[in-house]
């Protein structure tokens, strides 16, 4: 057990090795901070990250996730997503803020996707206005942004290190959309389906590390619900123009549970064990499941 002076918002072990274990954490004051949690007095890398609340974390290149640089990227309330390599000091090596004269919106999530090579890496954001938007760190350049007419909760790519494939973006009226990366079309962008889960927030989305077409999202009702992702016959076509545009495919509820009266804000799958998961909720309990079946969906 650890205690700090600002209070901590979000965490990452995904930047370092097994072995390393280095967790990130982004806090209340806008600082980055990585711990080793063996000797965790002062942090190993320190940066005043941002000028208010960092309110997601994401990391890449460790844990035998991703090809390239171990990277952090930040989101905060300050309406900026920087990324991070923590072997340079105190200036990140992306930054993505609003333009002058725009208004700065609050970025809620954020995640990095489509490592699979040491060149390629993106970044996809979501703020509470509903715009998601995707950063391509190769080009250092908005690859592509849509907006979902509601904040967005949690964003995941069902894997960082594989070509862009699936993306699962969660909102604050309950619904879910996921879309389809794999073919970009000129001016629709990806083709996405979108699923009402269920009254309230959708805080969290995590896929399950084994099948990334198995995902759970976390409700503020205090349930879990377990998703599959079907594909369609034919993930692309031909519009009139001869573009490709993708095609998407279709949501199916496998499981729900409820487990507390207060919002689960927090899940994550073990990626050894398959079906065990843990999650935490506004009662102040840290719950540990094991989802039984999974080797028969």
């Known amino acids: 057990k650890i205690e700090k002076a600002k209070p901590i918002k979000c965490g990452t072990f995904g930047a370092t090795s097994v072995q390393q274990r280095y967790l990130a954490t982004g806090d209340f004051g806008g600082n980055l901070n990585i711990w080793n949690l063996e000797a965790?007095?002062?942090?190993?890398?320190?940066?005043?990250?941002?000028?208010?609340?960092?309110?997601?974390?994401?990391?890449?290149?460790?844990?035998?996730?991703?090809?390239?640089?171990?990277?952090?990227?930040?989101?905060?309330?300050?309406?900026?997503?920087?990324?991070?390599?923590?072997?340079?000091?105190?200036?990140?090596?992306?930054?993505?803020?609003?333009l002058q004269g725009e208004s700065k919106r609050d970025c809620w999530t954020v995640a990095f996707g489509n490592a699979y090579n040491q060149e390629e890496r993106v970044v996809c954001a979501g703020y509470d206005n509903g715009d998601i938007k995707l950063f391509d760190l190769k080009t250092m350049s908005l690859r592509w942004d849509t907006n979902i007419k509601n904040g967005v909760c949690s964003v995941e790519f069902d894997r960082k290190d594989v070509n862009m494939n699936k993306l699962v973006a969660t909102s604050l009226e309950g619904k879910f959309h996921v879309f389809d990366m794999r073919t970009q079309h000129p001016t629709k962008g990806f083709?996405?389906?979108?699923?009402?889960?269920?009254?309230?927030?959708?805080?969290?989305?995590?896929?399950?590390?084994?099948?990334?077409?198995?995902?759970?999202?976390?409700?503020?009702?205090?349930?879990?619900?377990?998703?599959?992702?079907?594909?369609?016959?034919?993930?692309?076509k031909?519009?009139?123009?001869?573009?490709?545009?993708?095609?998407?495919?279709?949501?199916?509820?496998?499981?729900?549970?409820?487990l507390s009266t207060q919002p689960i804000s927090c899940l994550d799958w073990s990626p050894d064990k398959k079906g065990l998961c843990v999650c935490g909720a506004f009662d102040q309990t840290v719950r540990v499941l094991i989802v039984t079946k999974l080797n028969k969906v």
């Open 40 to 98: 965790p007095e002062i942090p190993v890398y320190s940066v005043k990250g941002h000028k208010e609340i960092i309110n997601s974390i994401d990391g890449v290149g460790g844990l035998g996730i991703g090809e390239g640089a171990p990277e952090i990227v930040t989101g905060s309330r300050d309406g900026s997503v920087k990324v991070w390599d923590p072997r340079q000091k105190d200036t990140p090596v992306a930054n993505m803020e609003p």
């Open 238 to 258: 031909k519009d009139s123009e001869g573009a490709e545009m993708g095609v998407a495919g279709s949501v199916s509820l496998l499981q729900n549970v409820t």
């Open 191 to 236: 083709a996405s389906v979108s699923e009402k889960a269920q009254k309230s927030t959708i805080w969290q989305v995590r896929h399950l590390p084994q099948n990334r077409d198995i995902f759970m999202t976390s409700g503020g009702a205090g349930s879990l619900h377990l998703w599959k992702y079907e594909y369609p016959a034919q993930r692309s």
